[in-house]
């Protein structure tokens, strides 16, 4: 369970936030700007709030009174980008290999090829991540942040970078993620269409702030105001 | 015939080893202070990088009195050095390196700066998390993508070395076989009539080594920037 509950004035825009995921795949919903990124960054580690909380299973990640700020690579967070940011010096298989490498873990065969499968990309292995298609590349990502085996993922609108006949392709992967992974997801997106698929609940954020939480019933309610 | 005689040929072998050893003992230095002048702010950084430009703007001849103020055999460091580690500059072939790695040093940190300053710091944060310290990142991420500049710093570095004239006569002087380098020999030759000949073959084997050294490091830095965009 992950228990969000933080402020950071980026600018003059200000994000204060609080929120609880359990299981499943959490959407963090609403249009560019609404500080959806800055939300999972301050999740990852990779932005420091002003402020507040982020406990995770009973393990503080963050706490401004208690002076605890726990690094990125001390967090077991995956992180999926939106540009997917593969090393490119690294082939497909150091990529995901990476998370384990740091981890000081031995090598698993049946987990590497398990999130091979489940993503497709075992004709993949050997190539550079400069040879590789926008979805090639997002499902690279994807299982290079499973294969360090997380405690949570978090997905910063891992499709918006990608045409619509990629995105259609993706999304079976990805609701296979939610269901195969045993790994609670957090999913940053604009797009109603395209998570309604994959939310089991929705947070809404609107300037900063959480206006709404509740079920897929939410996307549908917004749908009609929110051009995809 | 072309021969070089035993004391050219001594100036040319003693170049290319003060070269080397000059660029490889400057490099650790070089790849330090590039990073820290690349990624971190703090106070005292322009000074910091006016100091590491200084030998490119000071006349070299006063960048090689300044070395004997603080590394001659009765200077400050250099008493020091001598007593407590038995490293001697004066005189040796040992100040040769020194003054060669402080005159390229500001060539070497900027070509290294550039390539570090190039690489995109969000790779570095999809590094750590995915459990990368940050000594990890470093070794892993940010020097394998350097690599085209730090080979272009060392290269630059050492054809720098190789040139050095004026700090290291004013360091270290002019003896043969130990702070004679090929700059040196050629100078001493054109100031005696019988020496054109010698001093043209030197000059000879100077552009020689110049052109390999260039040609190696274009190929170097061609292979590793191929690596790493995935060839």
Redesign the interface.
């Known amino acids: 369970m992950l228990v969000v509950e933080t402020a950071k004035q980026l600018g003059a825009f200000a994000v204060n936030v609080s929120f609880i995921s359990e299981s499943g795949a959490t959407v963090l919903f609403g249009q560019s700007g609404a500080g959806k990124t800055s939300v999972i960054n301050m999740i990852a580690g990779l932005l420091t709030p002003d402020r507040g909380r982020i406990v995770l299973d009973d393990d503080v990640l963050f706490d401004s009174k208690a002076r605890v700020d726990v690094p990125p690579s001390r967090r077991r967070i995956g992180y999926v980008f939106q540009e997917g940011r593969l090393f490119p010096h690294f082939s497909v298989q150091r990529n995901l290999d990476y998370g384990r490498w740091m981890s000081g873990h031995a090598f698993d065969p049946a987990a590497f090829r398990h999130a091979v499968e489940l993503l497709d990309i075992g004709h993949l292995l050997d190539r550079r991540p400069g040879k590789l298609s926008g979805g090639e590349r997002q499902r690279v990502a994807v299982g290079r942040a499973l294969l360090m085996r997380p405690r949570l993922l978090l997905l910063d609108e891992p499709l918006a970078s990608l045409d619509a006949a990629r995105k259609r392709e993706i999304l079976p992967y990805l609701e296979r993620l939610r269901d195969e992974a045993h790994v609670p997801l957090i999913y940053v997106s604009h797009d109603a269409a395209e998570v309604r698929r994959i939310a089991t609940r929705v947070v809404r954020l609107e300037a900063g702030v959480v206006t709404e939480t509740g079920g897929v019933e939410l996307l549908d309610a917004t749908h009609a105001d929110m051009l995809a | 015939m072309f021969e070089l005689s035993p004391q050219d040929w001594t100036a040319v072998q003693l170049s290319l080893r003060v070269a080397a050893v000059s660029t490889v003992v400057a490099l650790p230095f070089g790849i330090a202070i590039a990073t820290l002048l690349a990624r971190k702010e703090f106070w005292g950084k322009a000074l910091l990088d006016a100091m590491v430009l200084l030998p490119l703007v000071l006349p070299p001849v006063v960048t090689g009195y300044l070395l004997l103020i603080v590394f001659g055999r009765r200077a400050p460091v250099g008493a020091f050095l001598a007593d407590h580690f038995g490293i001697v500059f004066s005189f040796r072939w040992t100040g040769a390196a020194l003054a060669c790695g402080i005159m390229a040093f500001p060539l070497m940190v900027r070509a290294i700066r550039l390539s570090i300053e190039a690489i995109?710091t969000?790779?570095e944060?999809?590094?750590?998390?995915?459990?990368?310290?940050r000594v990890?990142r470093f070794a892993?991420?940010t020097l394998?993508?350097a690599l085209p500049g730090i080979i272009a710093g060392a290269i630059l570095a050492f054809t720098r070395a190789l040139g050095e004239f004026g700090a290291t006569i004013t360091f270290v002087s002019n003896i043969p076989g130990e702070t004679q380098t090929i700059s040196a020999a050629i100078y001493t030759l054109t100031q005696v009539p019988s020496g054109d000949a010698d001093a043209l073959k030197l000059v000879i084997v100077s552009v020689i080594i110049s052109l390999v050294a260039l040609i190696a490091a274009e190929w170097l830095a061609r292979r590793a920037t191929a690596?790493?965009?995935?060839?």
Do not use: S
Request: proline fraction near 5%; hydrophobic fraction near 50%; charged fraction near 20%.
């Open positions: 995109d969000r790779l944060d999809a590094a750590a998390t995915l459990g990368a310290n990890w892993t991420i394998p993508l690596r790493i965009h995935g060839a």
